[in-house]
């Protein structure tokens, strides 16, 4: 019943590619033994030289070592396990203070107020009405006592791209430890640890058409950190648990699987939505930067009409896209994001995010311009929101 | 080149099974949205009725009701979770002390050894010389701040099961909450909390060909309990991060699977292992309890022999057995599960772990206890520990 469906948002990226399927089967069939070992017998080290070279490849993708790559169940463990690993090494030393920017998507977030209400200190920086995070602010917050800045590469809703280095650059002047988000941008735009000084990396599978339920946390050598899930010696006794070898392989290969190509495809398209849908439709904002941004990002405002409308317009002609951020499309709740470039509810609520994944075209991108003009005219001919009235 | 390998060991069950796979396919190529919501478009609504299908075969397999299953990465999340989600929840109550046996799996034993370390109060109840719970000092360890008790259903190792259902009584009588570790037991042992008041229980995919990296953790209703992986709103508010929703259609699946016939075999394979081997082979100890036992194990000390020396005789005969558990086989370090029950390291070093699972047969059973003969005879000729001496 989906056949002819176009998926223009998060579920883009999310479509498993066929070849990351075919490199993990040798991995569920028949190399299959847990990693064990030097001491263990022939397969288990064959499943461990499966689950190496994976870690190989993750690193390579970031500039790092292969000793620098911890494997998760995802950016939410990678991040849970980033900040709460720092601010538990360094208990007792600078302990009471993190630092977050306001636009963080909810693993960040949520795992920021969760600490506040335990009692550590949590400083939220401002960002501009295009979502670029105030670098002042950012410098002004940081103390004797911050033990991690915590700061997303590249928004999942509005796409804006901060200025890492920059950012880098300033906790290492200040010999204050950096954490990056990094699940939006990872392989679609460069981050390379060798040039920028981020200690910690989250990166997941899942958007670029890898498996769910695998991600990565890079570490620098040396950053101070605990364990976060405990249980087995696994992950240089970092990350406990039975590893996912076909996971990890499968994340390997749909890193291996992006190229700068199809880069340059996914930012076509966005630039053609941005484009037409500015000259094509009325009453229209571009929430995020017009010029650091995600590749495979775009997201509009249509005012005077709300987004859940439209969103449900287009499913019914086979366009799926999303209003808010992945978490947010569960409610109608404004999203955090747009409120905190300076939206108000109704530019919130009117908001729609585009994503581009291999599998999109650019008659796809054609296709639902086309649908919208439709939906967005025929919508506010009924609204009592109109611009008209 | 692994061909031709019989693997008896923990790796026999964590073959992925062919229909699991067909059954999560639909979910990486068509129906891969992210589990949205009333609010969101068609696959959104199809995505998340695959999740809450696969929940309530899960809830169901443990007699539960959907609403009270979790999904999670795997046993070890399922255990930090419950551990650590229950200490935090009872903060300021009842928050200093937890019980867990000495035979525990790293994922509960480590989590107790690391909240010792930060300060909680953690006893460890021995266990007999088969490897059964004492039920005495048990009740006597409980106190009114006594905020959980973790016990396993059935031992990773020796394959021993305890009394859930006396252990429960005991737990419900003293008003204490109690989590089981069920990863071993579930599907292959019955465990129905409409009848057993355990409070939570962990369970994972990998142990049954479902796929790695994928788990859940049943929480009776009403159970205190805080979230531990911050982030998005994701099941039921409970566990952050995009749902793996191909790893729980999968985990259902090898659930479904599992049948009343194929834990016969399972047994009728132990069964000819333990008999034939105490019957062929001398200066054998079985290892754990010969009656309240898992169906798919069976663990055996051949003394006067390395264990690590017959692993490797096996491999190149093309049989795949484990000394130890298979976090312990990563090392050479004595298992804990041995030396809990009482045995020595020598004990603990000549011990093979044996683990059945869909795919060996009753030939390969005989075909391993005839190499053995051959191992451990040869290796008794050569060894300086020999009885004979």
């Known amino acids: 019943m989906f056949d ?3 998926y223009l948002d998060n579920a883009a990226s999310t479509r498993l590619d066929e070849r990351v399927l075919e490199a993990m089967k040798p991995y569920f069939f028949d190399t299959y033994a847990v990693a064990t070992s030097e001491f263990g017998y022939s397969m288990g080290i064959e499943s461990k030289e499966g689950l190496e070279r994976s870690r190989k490849v993750i690193a390579s993708a970031l500039g790092g070592d292969a000793n620098e790559i911890v494997f998760t169940s995802g950016s939410t463990e990678s991040s849970n396990m980033a900040i709460k690993g720092v601010l538990s090494a360094l208990k007792g030393k600078k302990d009471d203070h993190l630092i977050v920017s306001r636009l963080e998507d909810f693993d960040v977030l949520n795992t920021a107020k969760m600490l506040e209400k335990q009692g550590y200190k949590v400083d939220f920086i401002d960002v501009d009405s295009e979502g670029v995070l105030d670098l002042e602010m950012l410098k002004a917050a940081i103390t004797p006592q911050t033990a991690l800045v915590s700061i997303q590469y590249a928004n999942q809703e509005i796409g804006t791209v901060q200025d890492i280095k920059a950012i880098a650059d300033i906790c290492k002047e200040k010999e204050v430890l950096l954490h990056t988000d990094a699940t939006h941008s990872f392989t679609r735009l460069p981050l390379d640890v060798s040039q920028i000084p981020v200690d910690l990396v989250t990166v997941s599978a899942h958007t670029i058409h890898g498996p769910r339920g695998v991600g990565a946390l890079y570490i ?6 605990n364990k976060w899930m405990d249980g087995g010696f696994q992950e240089f006794d970092l990350r406990a648990g039975i590893e996912n070898i ?4 499968g994340f390997a290969t ?3 699987l992006v190229t700068p190509e199809e880069n340059e495809q996914l930012k076509a398209m966005r630039d053609r939505i941005i484009e037409r849908v500015q000259s094509e ?5 571009l929430n995020g930067s017009a010029t650091s941004r995600l590749p495979q990002n775009a997201n509009l405002t249509f005012h005077y009409v709300e987004g859940e409308s439209i969103t449900l317009h287009l499913d019914m002609m086979g366009f799926a896209v999303s209003t808010g951020s992945a978490c947010f499309s569960r409610s109608l709740e404004a999203s955090h994001v747009i409120l905190g470039i300076g939206g108000d509810h109704e530019r919130a609520h009117g908001s729609l995010r585009f994503s581009f994944g291999r599998f999109n075209t650019m008659e796809d991108a054609d296709a639902i311009i086309d649908a919208l003009k439709e939906v967005v005219e025929n919508l506010r001919a009924i609204s009592p929101l ?4």
Do not use: C, F, L
């Open 246 to 249: 076909p996971g990890a392989v």
């Open 4 to 6: 002819k469906t176009v």
């Open 220 to 225: 620098r050598e040396g950053t101070p950190i």
């Open 254 to 256: 749909a890193v291996e």
């Open 281 to 285: 439709i009325s009453h229209v904002t």
């Open 386 to 389: 109109s611009a008209d009235d």
